[in-house]
Each structure stands twice: as C-alpha cells, then as structure tokens.
C-alpha cells in the first residue's frame, strides 16, 4: 500500500491569494520531500516549494504571478519522480470582481456567473480545452454587459 496523494483548491475569498488544501490519505509513515510545482497560465515554467502536509498551504504572489487563467498543480512527496498528483485550476478572480461591479449596478449576470463557474469545474475535471472555450466566450460576455468592446 503507498500514500493516496489528493488536494482541492478553496474557493476564493481574496484575490490576494490561492489556497490549496493538502486531503492525501498517507501512511503510518509521514512522506518526506512534500513539494508543490506550479505552472502559472501562459507559461511553461515550473515554480516549486513546499507544502504543508495534511494541511492548508497559501500560495502568494510572493511565490507565483496570480492572475486569471489556468494553472498547473503538481503536488508530490518522495520518490518525487514517481509518487505525484496533477491537477489544472482555472482561477477566476478578476473575472468574479467585474461580475462584483455589475451586480452593485443593477445588471443580471446569473447566467454568466453559473458559466464562469462551469468553466472553472471542466478544467478541474481535466476538460481544459472545453472549459477554457466557456471561459473565453464567459469573458467576452462580461465585455459587453460592461460595454468594453475593445478591452
């Protein structure tokens, strides 16, 4: 029997950072070496550092670039190479802020909300390329209910 690696990622209460929630069943035996890589979105470039076993680990900007889009997690304990979980986030901060800002004016963004949020769970369910076109068509969305067609 070996370690059942698992994690899930809080829903955002700031936009100041992420918040990763270590749920792995380990052995008797406390793993060694617990190291979280990172992918933020638009790179390829992975950030490592460790991580709190069992535990809540808060990812800052002083460890990665936080901003909307999806990211790679890589949670591992020793052996490293071999003994890993990945899973890809979308995060949707600043896209939840804008839809903060219509709701005070009055405007009904239900639909949008619930389509941000679906985006968000197929990239959870690793269905990146669909959730990632919901995401884009969800954007362009908030866009127009901003009335912002060229930013």
């Not at 809540?56 to 889009?69: D, E, K, P, R, W």
Request: aromatic residues 8%.
């Amino acid at each position: 029997m070996k370690h059942e690696l698992n994690f899930t990622i809080a829903k955002q209460v700031s936009c100041d950072s992420i918040l990763l929630f270590d749920t792995s069943k380990y052995l008797s035996v406390e793993p060694t070496n617990p190291i979280l890589y990172i992918t933020v979105p638009n790179s390829s470039v992975e950030v490592d550092m460790p991580f709190n076993l069992s535990q809540a680990t808060n990812i800052t900007s002083s460890h990665v670039v936080l901003m909307s889009g999806v990211y790679k997690f890589r949670l591992s304990v020793c052996p490293n190479a071999t003994l890993y979980i990945e899973k890809s986030y979308l995060r949707i901060c600043d896209e939840l802020a804008i839809i903060r800002d219509l709701v005070c004016e009055g405007k009904d963004v239900v639909e949008v909300k619930m389509m941000l949020e679906v985006a968000q769970d197929l990239v959870w369910c690793d269905q990146i390329s669909k959730g990632i076109e919901l995401y884009n068509l969800t954007v362009n969305k908030l866009k127009s209910l901003q009335g912002c067609m060229t930013c």
